[in-house]
Structure formats: structure tokens, C-alpha cells
């Protein structure tokens, strides 16, 4: 579990620096999480 909460904050940490949405193009994974939490993302 915290495993996962680790590697959603990561992912959103990505997002904010890159705050482009290519890397979320390129990591299939990312998809995954935004779709799991799609307000906190946008959010942050």
C-alpha cells in the first residue's frame, strides 16, 4: 500500500514539473494512476 501512495506522488510530482502531458503520452502507467485519481492530479 504504501508502496502505491509512493508511487502516486511521484507521478504527480512528475506531472507538475513536466506540466506539459507528454510523459503522460510516453508512461502508460501514469494513465493508470490520473484514471485512479483524476482530481488529485489536475488538482496539484
Known sequence: MARLE???EERVL????A???ERDERKPEKKRGAARTP???RDL
Open 39 to 41: 482530481r488529485r492530479g
Open 6 to 8: 509512493q508511487a502516486k
Open 19 to 21: 506540466a506539459t502531458g
Open 14 to 17: 512528475v506531472g507538475e514539473a
